[in-house]
């Protein structure tokens, strides 16, 4: 891969995800779109085949946290305004760099005005990262000081009854997180007058060398990537910027989530700095369990106990629904012990609105005591069956095994 697909492919679109799109999303994607256009199912097709490849090329640097955080860093570099790809090379060292693709990648001669630009790509990130304080190196400090940033994610939990988890629920929500200082503004200054970080020039970040001739950034650990330090350091945030809040929400959870699950809310994390937008919420829930339904994927399950008569001369029997009126269902005579039947649409909320089934497992009871008059008529039962014997065939399959 060249360093110029780093510039001008946007992967993120190719496999049709958002920029902050999680590595499970990114490989769920890819796999989706790479069967769709694998070349064994599309024989002869060439344009499914360019697809394949491109879906492969994607996967390859955003599916890799290392090549996907260089990708990520170049595009923004091009994309903040440091250089405008595709127009004349004109500008000097502390004006805006303009120049053509085709002559930055491959060496051609610079516009006019600043001088050629022989080198490669880590050359001209290099001059503009550089730590001396050079006009190129200003110019992008102040471009970047005021850069909105966004919001921290916050990571919560939620514990829901067995009937809020299959029908929904609004539940409230205490968050804690970390957002800009309302005693300093987020300047981190009493007074609110810091100054320029002096290690990365106000640009909060600074250069580190790349694989293929690149060179990155990584925040600066002096003003923690802000680009400002506190002359005065406010005694509420000691300096940072960044002070602990707690604030309470009302969280909707979708109807049919199950335990373990991880739902994303976007936009409902921390606030954004200088006009950021908010992190995104991912809420961990937990279900309790229920003393009569259990679950089973979008269905219920239930087990309901019926009589020896009831199994053997069939008849019908009332069952419980969750949060709704009981049914009723026709047991065939000659039931057996652990047979499941089905209530159509009784189940969980299923995403698309429907509900799944209620399944519902007999079970003989055997009576603990017997009265005088049920015990002749069993004893009269059994003397009237003595010739079968229930275990007849379980013998003989073990013989022949």
């Not at 090379?89 to 805006?96: F, H, S, T």
């Not at 909320?349 to 429907?354: A, N, S």
């Not at 015990?375 to 059994?382: F, G």
Request: hydrophobic content about 30%; charged content about 25%.
């Amino acid at each position: 891969m060249s360093t110029k697909d780093f510039i001008e492919k946007d992967y993120y679109k190719v496999l049709g995800v958002p920029k902050d799109a999680t590595e499970a999303e990114i490989k769920k994607a890819y796999r989706k779109l790479a069967r769709e256009n694998h070349p064994d199912a599309n024989k002869g097709n060439t344009t499914a085949e360019a697809r394949f490849k491109e879906i492969s090329e994607a996967h390859d640097v955003l599916g890799d946290p290392k090549k996907r955080k260089e990708y990520d860093e170049a595009r923004a570099l091009f994309a903040g305004g440091g250089f405008r790809p595709g127009g004349a090379g004109a500008g000097g060292a502390g004006g805006n760099f303009n120049f053509d693709l085709g002559d930055l990648f491959g060496g051609g001669p610079g516009g006019s005005g600043g001088g050629g630009f022989g080198g490669g790509l880590g050359d001209v990130f290099g001059g503009l990262f550089n730590r001396g304080g050079t006009a190129g190196a200003g110019t992008q400090g102040g471009a970047t000081r005021n850069r909105a940033r966004r919001g921290q994610d916050i990571e919560s939990e939620v514990t829901l009854t067995f009937t809020e988890a299959v029908d929904g629920a609004t539940v409230p929500l205490r968050m804690s997180s970390q957002e800009p200082c309302k005693a300093c503004s987020g300047t981190g200054d009493k007074n609110g007058t810091p100054r320029v970080c002096p290690t990365c020039v106000g640009t909060g970040q600074v250069s580190r060398g790349g694989s293929g001739g690149f060179s990155l950034t990584d925040p600066c650990v002096d003003c923690k990537g802000r680009g400002l330090i506190a002359q005065d350091p406010c005694e509420v945030c000691k300096g940072s910027g960044r002070a602990k809040s707690a604030r309470s929400i009302q969280v909707r959870i979708p109807a049919g989530v199950q335990d373990g699950q991880r739902i994303r809310l976007r936009g409902k994390g921390a606030p954004g700095e200088r006009g950021g937008p908010a992190g995104d919420l991912y809420v961990a829930v937990h279900v309790k369990e229920h003393p009569v339904f259990a679950r089973k994927g979008d269905n219920l399950t239930v087990t309901v106990p019926v009589t020896f008569s009831e199994a053997a001369l069939g008849g019908t029997v009332r069952v419980p629904t969750l949060g709704g009126p009981p049914v009723t269902l026709k047991l065939p005579a000659g039931t057996p012990n652990g047979r499941t039947m089905r209530a159509r649409g009784k189940g969980a909320v299923r995403k698309d609105g429907t509900r799944g089934d209620l399944l519902v497992t007999v079970e003989v009871a055997v009576p603990a005591h017997l009265d005088d008059r049920a015990r002749e008529a069993l004893e009269s039962y059994r003397d009237a069956n003595a010739g079968e014997d229930p275990r007849a065939a379980l013998f003989e399959a073990a013989k022949g095994a």
